[in-house]
């Protein structure tokens, strides 16, 4: 073993990296930035600034909506000052500032951020001047629903309402014009959401479309040999549909991604809430089926968002995000947030019940479409939802598509359009991308040839590379794909956000062993990779790690993520005879999906980030000499804890007991000091270049057995986590006699 081979100190100031402003709430220039010096303070209504509403190719016109007809708005606000909301979302991850670690609580983002109550009042009163009758204002101070006839919504917002037959039979309505509201309130005001229902978010759920025996992957690929007797086993059916498939049961991706170590710390995800964002409904008793094979017992709440998502089985798409993270994290309880696909006032809605409540830690979405067909009052609104999340130490995952670098294949657009995916490439969000992973190796999931899909990434068309993400150390980050916006702050270099951040296995052909419609079946797409990581992060907030070190529910946070890959890159990505920790860097494949048309040949994985396969997919666990697991050389679990510390911040020797011992060794020493890790196999004793493991039964107090030496004096130094050791002081003497 090599002696303090990471160079990462996170207990300094700026170990994270992150001590500059975030710019990611300023919209790339590839769609103009909003004018809102054009809006006059006058009671005459004023158009918004709003993107016409693009027709989806096939639409054909049906005539106007009718009269009658009820629509559910949001009226949306912005933020009251945009610059304090992104100074102080990066101070949180700052230690130099006094506002690391400072996050907020359910409650207070809308009296801190939010428009003051005179504005919203003024708002809600040119509502109803206009003819509406505004509901009340959420509690962020974002959102003012409104209900009312499709007539009165015309006449209110100055725009008429018109039907669409859209390719595929479904019948959808939109805006003519951008809305108008009075100019006395108009620069407070986002947008209307509502006024058109084109957008339809699609579930990133592919099903195998072979299902070739003997492809199962096994226990490869990583350095375990065999599952955690203490994590949750399948039942003998959901065994044997895996082994029939090729296809994988939790217990093999707990032990893949190396999350079955924290189950013999007895971390299964106890005290940590996960939201799911889901736009159809699931059969509880298919989850009752799933929740008895793997005899758990995850409590799981069902919350309705503008009336639900009706009832039956739905796709799939809910039943396996629900059992993809229980089957992983089986003692966390599950909130599973229902909304109706009908339109982006409902996923505004759906999103914001989830961020607003501030009672999930970890949130996961394997829903979204691609970002040129994304309406851009949708995306900003969304993006400021996002930023509360942020603000509220909330980890949000979204799944990166199906259909590689063409993200719009599937939604409408024309097949060769390059496009990042909505939610997944907004600021404050890790996107998550898709992988193979088998026995040999883990590549990018690209199944062109067999029209299966590829995973999702690529440049965002809406905006800015947030200064989180501005990690110019990390290999690959700025490359030959990498774009420039001449409307992106010069701090970032001017490129737009890259995504995905991290990612997964969603191979379908290798997929994820689920209970649906009354049968074990096999499902895959980036839908399975974001809830295996929101169930990592749900682990990570669970861990003694976090507990010890005083961390908070750190999750993935996204700034802590990036930074950490930043400063810690050559730890990270040094290849050669260390072990991969933190993330496996995935090097090999493409996302190029050519049944798309498209033969760009983007984007091909490369050592470090790539946009294909992000950062990586999760190391949760630690890899020592010889590939077995190391609670000493930290994962991401470990990394992830201690990059948010409050307590343990650097370790020091205060004494040695006894002073002496043979030169043979075997002599059982106690240390006295500070900042150990009462981890098993956390600490080590440094002597020279020798490490040995250190029982540490507190933070105070270790024991070690001293390994044999020359005759002489030493200095016995501790270090835990693998971070530099103790200072030499003359109390950490030890004398080895001949």
């Known amino acids: 073993m090599k002696v303090g081979r990471r160079v990462l100190a996170l207990g300094t100031a700026g170990a994270l990296g992150l001590s500059g402003v975030l710019a990611s709430a300023t919209p790339s220039g590839a769609q103009p930035l909003r004018n809102t010096a054009a809006t006059r303070v006058t009671n005459a209504a004023v158009r918004l600034p709003s993107d016409a509403p693009a027709l989806p190719r096939g639409a054909v016109k049906l005539g106007a909506v009718a009269p009658t007809s009820k629509l559910h708005l949001d009226v949306t606000l912005k933020v009251r000052d945009p610059a304090t909301l992104t100074s102080f979302l990066a101070g949180l991850s700052n230690r130099q500032s006094p506002l690391f670690h400072q996050f907020l609580r359910a409650g207070q983002f809308g009296p801190r951020f939010g428009q003051t109550l005179a504005t919203v009042a003024a708002v809600r009163?040119?509502?109803?001047?206009?003819?509406?009758?505004?509901?009340?204002?959420?509690?962020?101070?974002?959102?003012?629903?409104?209900?009312?006839?499709?007539?009165?919504?015309?006449?209110?917002?100055?725009?008429?309402?018109?039907?669409?037959?859209?390719?595929?039979?479904?019948?959808?309505?939109?805006?003519?014009?951008?809305?108008?509201?009075?100019?006395?309130?108009?620069?407070?005001?986002?947008?209307?959401?509502?006024?058109?229902?084109?957008?339809?978010?699609?579930?990133?759920?592919?099903?195998?479309?072979?299902?070739?025996?003997?492809?199962?992957?096994?226990?490869?690929?990583?350095?375990?040999?065999?599952?955690?007797?203490?994590?949750?086993?399948?039942?003998?059916?959901?065994?044997?549909?895996?082994?029939?498939?090729?296809?994988?049961t939790a217990d093999e991706l707990a032990n893949y991604y190396l999350m079955s170590p924290l189950y013999g710390l007895g971390d299964l995800g106890s005290g940590v809430r996960v939201a799911l964002f889901e736009l159809e409904p699931n059969s509880t008793s298919d989850i009752s089926k799933y929740k008895s094979c793997y005899k758990v017992t995850t409590s799981i709440t069902y919350k309705k968002t503008d009336g639900g998502a009706g009832t039956g089985k739905g796709s799939g798409e809910a039943a396996l995000d629900i059992e993809d993270v229980l089957g992983l994290a089986p003692d966390v309880a599950l909130d599973?947030?229902?909304?109706?696909?009908?339109?982006?006032?409902?996923?505004?809605?759906?999103?914001?019940?989830?961020?607003?409540?501030?009672?999930?830690?970890?949130?996961?979405?394997?829903?979204?479409?691609?970002?040129?067909?994304?309406?851009?009052?949708?995306?900003?609104?969304?993006?400021?939802?996002?930023?509360?999340?942020?603000?509220?130490?909330?980890?949000?995952?979204?799944?990166?598509?199906?259909?590689?670098?063409?993200?719009?294949?599937?939604?409408?657009?024309?097949?060769?359009?390059?496009?990042?995916?909505?939610?997944?490439?907004?600021?404050?969000?890790?996107?998550?991308?898709?992988?193979?992973?088998?026995?040999?190796?883990?590549?990018?999931?690209?199944?062109?040839?067999?029209?299966?899909?590829?995973?999702?990434?690529?440049?965002?068309?809406?905006?800015?590379?947030?200064?989180?993400?501005?990690?110019?150390?990390?290999?690959?980050?700025?490359?030959?794909?990498?774009?420039?916006?001449?409307?992106?702050?010069?701090?970032?270099?001017?490129?737009?956000?890259?995504?995905?951040?991290?990612?997964?296995?969603?191979?379908?052909?290798?997929?994820?062993?689920?209970y649906y419609g009354g049968s074990w079946s096999v499902i895959g797409g980036t839908s399975a990779a974001a809830p295996l990581w929101a169930a990592v992060a749900a682990l990570i907030d669970d861990s003694p790690f976090c507990a010890d070190y005083a961390s908070g529910d750190v999750g993935v946070y996204p700034e802590g993520l990036w930074g950490i890959a930043g400063e810690d890159h050559s730890y990270i990505y040094s290849g050669g005879a260390d072990e991969p920790e933190v993330v496996f860097d995935v090097t090999s494949g493409n996302n190029d999906y050519t049944p798309s048309g498209y033969g760009g040949g983007l984007f091909p994985a490369t050592t470090g980030y790539d946009m294909a396969s992000g950062l990586g997919s999760p190391l949760v666990s630690g890899i020592g000499a010889g590939g077995a697991v190391s609670m000493f050389y930290p994962g991401l679990a470990a990394i992830m804890c201690s990059a948010y510390a409050t307590k343990l911040l650097s370790t020091t020797v205060t004494g040695i007991s006894p002073k002496s011992g043979k030169a043979a060794g075997g002599t059982t020493v106690t240390v006295t000091g500070t900042g150990f890790l009462p981890i098993a196999g956390a600490d080590a004793a440094v002597i020279g270049a020798t490490l040995v493991t250190a029982n540490c039964a507190s933070s105070t107090k270790c024991t070690f057995v001293t390994p044999k030496h020359a005759a002489g004096t030493v200095n016995i130094q501790i270090s835990a986590e693998d971070f530099a050791p103790s200072p030499v002081t003359s109390k950490d003497k030890y004398k080895y006699t001949g």
């Open 125 to 248: 009163t040119a509502l109803r001047e206009a003819g509406l009758v505004p509901g009340q204002i959420t509690s962020n101070r974002l959102s003012i629903p409104v209900t009312a006839s499709a007539a009165a919504v015309e006449r209110a917002f100055g725009t008429s309402l018109v039907r669409y037959r859209l390719a595929g039979g479904r019948v959808a309505y939109t805006n003519t014009a951008a809305p108008k509201i009075s100019g006395a309130v108009a620069r407070y005001v986002s947008g209307v959401l509502g006024l058109n229902n084109f957008t339809r978010e699609q579930s990133m759920l592919v099903r195998p479309s072979s299902r070739p025996a003997g492809v199962h992957r096994g226990t490869g690929g990583r350095p375990l040999a065999h599952p955690s007797a203490s994590g949750p086993k399948p039942c003998a059916a959901a065994s044997e549909t895996a082994e029939e498939d090729g296809a994988y």
């Open 336 to 514: 599973v947030y229902q909304a109706p696909n009908g339109g982006d006032a409902d996923i505004y809605d759906n999103y914001n019940a989830i961020i607003t409540a501030d009672k999930d830690q970890v949130i996961s979405t394997s829903w979204g479409t691609c970002e040129l067909l994304t309406d851009s009052t949708l995306t900003s609104d969304e993006q400021t939802v996002f930023a509360q999340a942020n603000s509220q130490g909330q980890t949000v995952f979204a799944a990166a598509g199906d259909t590689g670098s063409t993200g719009c294949l599937r939604s409408g657009k024309d097949e060769a359009d390059v496009s990042a995916g909505d939610p997944a490439a907004q600021p404050y969000v890790d996107g998550v991308g898709g992988t193979t992973a088998t026995s040999s190796e883990e590549s990018v999931w690209n199944e062109s040839s067999i029209q299966a899909g590829a995973g999702g990434g690529g440049v965002s068309s809406k905006w800015c590379m947030p200064s989180y993400q501005y990690q110019t150390a990390i290999p690959g980050l700025i490359s030959g794909d990498s774009v420039k916006n001449s409307g992106c702050p010069t701090a970032e270099g001017k490129y737009v956000r890259e995504e995905p951040d991290v990612s997964a296995d969603a191979d379908p052909e290798t997929g994820y062993v689920i």
